[in-house]
């Protein structure tokens, strides 16, 4: 009787682990990532240089990823809508985003808390340099002829190339700052970005724009047009006979427009990373490098840490200029 329980027992043991066993074996392996589409959110409007970037990304990313990447425009709020929605996505890498230049700005605004630090960045992928422009027949033929005048007729010249508080206003506040000349000294007019910005300078209206040379490009090419220097470490490849500021006045400070890709905080690190290892496969790649040659754009690369850093750094040395010029709440 003992040996049939026995028995018995070790017979229940053996089915119970083999079931174990089975259903085990039987839940689906879990799918690599991504196993489903994207979602890149870009909190600017269709047609614009911030949608460019993201659309050959986007069609990039699919390529290497094998999923489809759908780009959607969250716009609102000077920028802080869809910043918004890419801080708020689930943290499972199927919404990402392109991040701007403004994130370093809006929160020293009192529009929003976000900033750099609300998001983990994946990559900085593209960054256009301020650009110092006047009418082609203004009688000035390098910034130090500029900036004479404007220190000799202070309040005489207005300039224009963004809204108020915008990062093309805070490139000339910052460039006259390091000069050690007040910011308030060039009276800023606002505009709807950099075209009305420059048609009003050929116009007469102002005498002054400051804004990238993409955006210049046009006017310069057609000679109604001039820029005199760039507020970059480096010139221009589109216009590399452009002094940089520092060439031509000692002054160091820098200023770009720039646009990076971000994911949510609480991200899973391998899928963060593999992410990072697709945009540098796309930032290297023949297609990208000749999407920013054939727009004139600025190539700046960083990974995910490294854009962390440039953004730490622009934080800081935008909020400093808006607060100089009251601009900071």
């Known amino acids: ?66 999923q489809p990447v759908a780009v959607v425009n969250r716009t609102g709020g000077q920028g802080v809508v ?72 202070p309040g005489k010249f207005k300039a224009s190339g963004t809204g108020q508080g915008g990062i093309w206003h805070l490139a000339l ?9 007040d910011p308030k000294s060039v009276p800023w007019v606002p505009s709807n970005g950099a075209a009305p910005g420059l048609q009003d300078l050929v116009a007469g209206g102002v005498q002054l724009v400051t804004c990238s040379l993409p955006e210049a490009r046009s006017l310069i090419d057609a000679g109604r047009v001039k820029s005199l220097a760039i507020m970059a470490t480096d010139r221009s490849k589109l216009m590399p006979n452009i002094p940089t500021l520092k060439e031509a006045t000692g002054s160091g400070w820098t200023i770009g427009a720039w646009r990076g890709f971000a994911a949510p905080k609480g991200i899973d690190k391998a899928v963060s990373d593999k992410l990072q290892a697709a945009l540098k496969k796309v930032y290297d790649s023949k297609e990208y490098q000749e999407f920013l040659s054939g727009r004139g754009f600025g190539g700046r690369y960083a990974d995910g840490p490294g854009f962390a850093a440039f953004m730490a750094e622009a934080d800081a040395s935008l909020g400093a200029v808006m607060k100089e010029v009251g601009l900071a709440k």
């Open 82 to 153: 869809g910043h918004q929605a890419i801080a708020d996505a689930t943290p499972d890498g199927y919404t990402i985003g392109i991040i701007t230049v403004e994130i370093a700005m809006m929160h020293w605004q009192g529009l929003t808390q976000l900033s750099g630090a609300s998001y983990v960045p994946l990559a900085l992928m593209n960054e256009d340099p301020a650009g110092v422009q006047v009418r082609a027949d203004a009688p000035y033929k390098t910034v130090d002829d500029l900036l004479a005048d404007i220190k000799a007729n």
């Open 173 to 181: 506040a910052g460039m006259l700052s390091s000069l050690k000349m």
């Open 1 to 66: 009787m003992r040996r049939l329980l026995l028995a018995g027992l070790a017979l229940a043991a053996s089915t119970f682990a083999a079931s174990v066993l089975t259903a085990f074996t039987a839940l689906p392996a879990r799918a690599a990532y991504p196993d489903r589409p994207i979602t890149l959110i870009v909190p600017w409007g269709a047609g614009g240089g911030t949608d460019a970037v993201a659309r050959i990304v986007a069609a990039l990313l699919e390529k290497d990823l094998g």
